[in-house]
Every structure is written in C-alpha cells, then in structure tokens.
C-alpha cells in the first residue's frame, strides 16, 4: 500500500486545528468570566443608592462611590465586548482550521479506500486465479 502523500500537511492542519480550538476555549471562557464581572459591576452599581436624609460630607461619600460603581460597570461591560469580538475572531479561525482539516482528512480516507479497493481487487484476482487453476487441474486429471 502506497503512503498518503500529504500525511504532513493533515497532522500540520490537525495541529492547526487544535491550536485554533484552544485559542476559542480561552476566549470563550474569558467572556464568560467578562460578562459575569459585567452582572457583578451592574450589581454593584444597583445596590448603591443615594441616601435622603444624610449630611454633606455622607451626601458625597455616596456620590463618589457611586460613581465608581458607574465608572467599574462601564469598564467591565467595555471589556466584556471586547471578549466577545475576541471570541467572535477565535471562532472564525477556528472554523477555517476546521474546514482546512477536513478537506484533507477527507482526501485521507479516499486515498485509504481506494487502497483498499485496490487491496480487495489483488485479492480477488489471486483467489480468481486459485479457483481457474484448480479448475485447469481437475479437467487436466479427468
């Protein structure tokens, strides 16, 4: 049986592949970890309400962190988009490595059934080829 030529280039795009579906889960998991600061930022700045009957000094206190909240859910949503523009860009590259690696793994098993065939069809021709002679030698015995 005769190699498959490009066995190179399907383990490099295997390798290609693999690679790219490590880069996805990474990121998938960084906008996960994104979107959950995100709920706990918005959260955060829900639950910090202004007090009614306060004086100045508290007044600011809870302006100022109220603020922060705003200005940390504002920080954290930002980095939540940015997650899932990476995670859009891991998935196309992902989904290229993918089709290149099928492309060749589908070359990979014509190649491995057209041996076969060709396999089966040697083999057929060898056991054709018993069956005549044992033919030739019963009819050259009568």
Do not use: C, Y
Request: hydrophobic content about 45%; glycine content about 0%.
């Amino acid at each position: 049986m005769k190699p498959f030529r490009l066995q190179s280039v399907a383990r490099l795009r295997q390798m290609e592949e693999d690679r790219a579906t490590a880069a996805l889960v990474q990121r998938r998991e960084f906008r996960r970890t994104a979107d959950s600061r995100t709920a706990q930022a918005l959260a955060a700045l829900d639950s910090a309400r202004l007090p009614t009957q306060v004086d100045v000094l508290s007044w600011q206190a809870a302006v100022a962190a109220r603020a922060a909240a705003s200005a940390s859910a504002v920080e954290a949503a930002t980095v939540a988009e940015l997650a899932q523009a990476d995670e859009q860009a891991a998935q196309g590259a992902w989904s290229t490595a993918r089709r290149r690696s099928t492309t060749i793994a589908k070359l990979a098993d014509r190649h491995r059934l057209a041996e076969q065939a060709e396999a089966n069809h040697a083999e057929q021709v060898t056991l054709d080829e018993v069956a005549s002679q044992r033919v030739r030698s019963r009819e050259a015995a009568r």
